[in-house]
């Protein structure tokens, strides 16, 4: 019953949503799918092992940053220590000693010396946009100096903005020294208090959004660092229990303890990380996912009807727009039509991360367009698992219809006819001890 009810259409004569708690499940599912497809385990695994020899850099590079401007100078130890609080389970104290010695070692490295520190760092920012691009389907990678100055806006702008967020919080804690500013400041406590969260959520979703090689909805990408956010505090908490209740390690690794602690946290936040992207990515592609999903052919040409359109006015086609139109199992298949689009040099990808149509549609054939595809034609009953906006089938169907009323003019003959060897049928011997 609920089957058919979810099929009835309702006023405006589209498919009724699925209820709220069968799409939920049905997105769960297809995350938990794309994160297993993807390789998410494999890549955290990569990137925990270019974070331990990363983190030093990026130490360097934020503290250097930081240094340069004076009014800033003071708040570069504030920032860490609130990283490891906030970010890292309490048993990185003497990981943080350390990281902090080796940090301050490193700024006394010629220019030489802090070029390749540089360079360690923009590594682990292009491996990161790797395992994204890999999530969203993206081919091609930012190259020259478009790549260089995302990633330097990156690694500057983030810690310019966490120093102006230290430097807000110590304004307003300082006006604790005013008595008539004690109301605002016990007014205004609650709302520092959710600053860690707050501002690990705009981290993850500025990671979401400013990483992959696409254009990602802003929305999505905040709904995914959000997500993000929530399961990263889990895990930090999680983590701590865990550390207290089970010291043991410590009677093995001894003052090596942290190391392998440190290492498991990185690679449980790399799990969370990529699970947000998937999650992001998801709220992307799936809202039309209740929606039939149609023969390939078909799908392509409805993604080409999308390029048609755009191109009369100028415009340009984004994955998100491509995906938006396709319904249940197709949003696998865009990236595959990408490639074949651009393979065929039907469409091509601009410097944006969009695409374009590169050739007249007037001078394409279905025939030589269809050779080139590597699924069969459509079969009559194909032609009925549609889309409700999809009234240009229309004017294909018939030709469809007749193509597959010839092939089986064409191809009666029975097996055993064309199966047959010269020789039997010259003797006209044939078995019949199938018959």
Known sequence: MTGILDRLPDSTGKPMPLPVLRQSLSFIRFVVRRFQADNCRQNAIVLTYTTLFAV????????????????????????????????IPSTGAALQERLHQFAQQARGLTVVGVGMLFVTALMMLVTI?????????????????????????????GPLLLGAGFGISSYLTSLKLFSTAASVVHDVAP?????????????????????????VPLRAGFWGGLFAAFLFELAKKGFGLFVSHFSSYTLVYGAFAAVPVFLIWIYVSWIIILLGVEVTRGLAVFRRTGLASRHPVLALLDVLQLFWRKQLHGGTVTDIEALSILGGQETELWFQFADILQREHIIQRTDNGSYVLARNLEKISFSGFYRALPWSLPQPADLERLHADDHWVSVLKPALLRVNESIDVELKQSLASILADDAVQDSGVVSNECD
């Open 129 to 157: 946009e790797q395992a994204f691009n890999e999530i969203w389907k993206v081919r091609v990678a930012r190259k020259g100096v478009v790549a260089f100055l995302r990633y330097w806006a990156v690694l500057s702008l």
């Open 191 to 215: 709302g520092l208090q959710l600053l860690p969260f707050v501002s690990t959520t705009l981290a993850f979703m500025l990671l979401y959004v400013a990483v992959p090689n696409c254009k």
């Open 56 to 87: 030093v850099p990026i130490m360097t590079v934020t503290f250097a940053i930081l240094s340069g401007i004076p009014s800033l100078q003071h708040v570069s130890v504030d920032i860490q220590n609130f990283v490891f609080e906030h970010f």
